[in-house]
């Protein structure tokens, strides 16, 4: 992404910001509340256009028509919220809204034993999870296992080249925290590049490879995690010359 | 620019490091038997008053004429209780069933008594008259974003006017023997006709339900409208199919109520709606949507039947009924509301949940309007002039 822009009627929320991705590698987006970073991952995954600046994706140009284009295209996106069915299984979700089908005399009909199949094996050798059960509600997982289904959703695509994480462990606790940043680390591994926005440094520097920071809609700096630490990171954030506020 | 060049040869299969994720193994006890609640509230309910009538007048309810007559009486609301159990599923309702059932029919009776349709050509076209009747509220719903409950209450009237103005108070009767038929025919071997096309409704329901696109995004939509969206489910188109299937079954109760009472009118089909409502309720599907059975909802068309023969054999005034029926409904959703709670064995039990605060305030609001009202009784007994014979 380069030089991009947005603007929502008066109010200016990105400014000239530019974004690299290289597949294999987890890239975390930080800054503080209002620094444009769900905006930025918004016109990625096609739900915005751009005011202004380019995508390109391969060397080649890269225009997004919506969200459903740039699932096309391999990008995709857990969000905060999950978007589960609740009171559907994991198959169900994982499988919503691209069914596995199978005809029987002339009508088409759910595959369901094929899709609850499928699911336990992206979940268990993709991810490596297992879930405690697959033939209960969505609800009734632990927040890390609801995760894992939300990710296998994205991940089943075989041809899904970037997955966007919006705040994947900040209804977690430490524990389901490490269990989703291990499976993040899994999803890069297998050659996908992730972008996870984070407001938890700690999760950052324990899952990403480079860090992008935003600050008011601009880009603040782009640091290789092995090469920094958190004060400089937060220093970052915060605009270490001291603006006015 | 973002470069994402693809690194050849990477599939995608890599085992992660670390223990699996595996708590307590498989679904507990709770869980295994969550889905069959749905069957369970109906099934103890249905139990139980067979047990009553057992004890009270074992004789004339337990004939296999009696049972008979309920299965007959349940058939015609069958169809209606399998597609609301998909509106319900969606977050939806629709009040407006009645209407339709009754204008569809006094469509087909005219269709039939004054242009001589053939009753093969009358029946489907009452069916497809709901359905588009079906398709409007649908329209209604997701394109002008009326909500459900205001939309179909309002339709229902003006589905009701639409046949008052065909048929104003004629009662139009004397219908071709096979429409007839569907109402209360017999096949030859002691199966009615209106009972093979209930359970062959619900069978077709229950295999829509689990097995098709239309059952999943139904309960996808009722059980998170924002999810339905981004994986691209086609919310409004599935919210409109649902309303359509809808509003044929309310035409195909039309045609069943035509045939078994040979005569339809204007009036007809009054309360569809709230015992169609209350049967899929009874059945265990959540109104918060999401959640359904079209097992439970035929329990509960059963079981409201039943519950009605039971009221009827026990020679009890007809208007009990509705008492009837309205405790029932209460009475199952607060129990199914109940099971659904995770916490059950706290707070020790009614007489210490009478004894808070917040608990005397209202023990006080409601003595304060007994109160009222008794003492309004009491000064109309005190003051009470002539009176006048009630006929």
């Given at each position: 992404m380069r030089g991009i822009g947005k603007r929502f009627g008066g109010?200016?929320?990105?400014?000239?910001v530019d974004l690299d991705l290289y597949p294999g590698e987890v890239l975390a987006i930080v800054g503080d509340n209002g620094a444009g970073?769900?905006?930025?991952?918004k016109i990625l995954t096609g739900v915005h256009r751009p005011t202004s600046g380019t995508l390109t994706m391969a060397g080649e140009p890269l225009v997004l028509t919506g969200h459903s284009d740039a699932i096309t295209r391999g990008i995709d996106a857990v969000y905060q919220s999950l978007a589960l069915a609740d009171h559907l299984t994991p198959a169900a979700n994982l499988f919503l809204g691209s069914e596995l089908t199978v005809r029987v005399l002339g009508?088409?009909?759910?595959?369901?034993r094929r899709m609850r199949a499928e699911a336990e094996r992206v979940l268990n050798e993709r991810l490596g999870v297992r879930l405690r059960s697959m033939d209960v509600p969505t609800s009734s997982l632990s927040g890390g296992q609801r995760q894992a289904v939300a990710i296998a959703r994205a991940v089943y695509r075989s041809d899904l080249k970037v997955l966007v994480m919006d705040e994947p462990?900040?209804?977690l606790g430490p524990q389901e925290t490490a269990r989703t940043l291990k499976l993040i680390e899994t999803v890069r591994d297998q050659g996908i590049a992730v972008v996870v926005i984070s407001h938890s440094l700690d999760d950052v520097f324990a899952v990403s490879d480079r860090i992008q920071v935003m600050r008011r809609g601009r880009g603040a700096g782009v640091v290789d995690t092995a090469d920094s630490d958190v004060t400089s990171v937060l220093g970052l954030i915060v605009g270490a010359s001291a603006e006015a506020a | 620019m973002s470069d994402i060049t693809d690194m050849a040869g990477r599939t995608g299969v890599a085992a992660a490091s670390g223990e699996p994720d595996a708590l307590a193994a498989g679904a507990t006890t709770r869980e295994r038997l969550d889905r069959y609640v749905a069957l369970i509230g109906p099934m103890a309910?249905?139990?139980a008053l067979l047990l009553i009538m057992l004890i009270l007048e074992p004789t004339r309810y337990f004939r296999l004429s009696n049972f008979d007559?309920?299965?007959k009486d349940a058939a015609l609301y069958m169809p209606m209780a399998m597609a609301m159990t998909l509106?319900?599923?969606?977050?939806?309702?629709?009040l407006s069933i009645g209407s339709v059932a009754a204008l569809t029919a006094i469509v087909m009776a005219y269709m039939v008594k004054s242009f001589g349709f053939p009753w093969w050509v009358a029946v489907p076209l009452a069916i497809s008259l709901g359905a588009l009747c079906g398709l409007v509220n649908g329209l209604i719903i997701t394109r002008l974003k009326v909500p459900d409950l205001i939309g179909t209450l309002a339709m229902d009237l003006a589905y009701r006017g639409f046949a008052l103005v065909l048929a104003k108070g004629v009662v139009l009767s004397r219908f071709p023997e096979e429409i007839v038929a569907i109402g209360r025919g017999e096949i030859p071997g002691f199966v009615a006709i209106p009972v093979v096309i209930g359970l062959s409704t619900v069978l077709v329901g229950y295999v829509i339900y689990t097995r098709t696109r239309l059952g999943r995004y139904a309960l996808a939509i009722g059980s998170n409208p924002e999810a339905a969206e981004l994986t691209g489910i086609p919310v409004d188109r599935y919210k409109v199919y649902v309303y359509v299937l809808m509003g044929a079954m309310a035409g195909l109760a039309g045609v069943m109520l035509a045939g078994k009472l040979n005569a339809v009118q204007a009036t007809s089909a009054p309360f569809f709606n709230l015992h169609v409502i209350a049967a899929v309720v009874v059945g265990g599907t959540s109104l918060f949507g999401g959640r359904g059975s079209i097992v439970g909802s035929l329990a509960g068309v059963l079981l409201l039947s039943m519950m009605i023969n039971a009221l009827v054999t026990l020679r009890i005034e007809f208007f009990w009924q509705s008492v009837a029926s309205g405790a029932v409904i209460i009475a199952s959703v607060a129990f199914y509301t109940w099971l659904q709670k995770a916490d059950r064995d706290g707070s020790g039990g009614l007489a210490s949940r009478l004894a808070t605060p917040e608990a005397r305030r209202m023990l006080r609001f409601i003595a304060l309007l007994f109160a009222i009202t008794g003492a309004l009784f009491l000064l109309g007994w005190l003051f009470a002039g002539e009176t006048t014979a009630v006929r």
């Open positions: 109010v200016t929320a990105l400014d000239d970073k769900s905006t930025l991952i009508v088409t009909l759910l595959d369901n462990t900040a209804a | 309910m249905i139990a007559i309920i299965l509106v319900i599923c969606t977050r939806g309702i629709d």
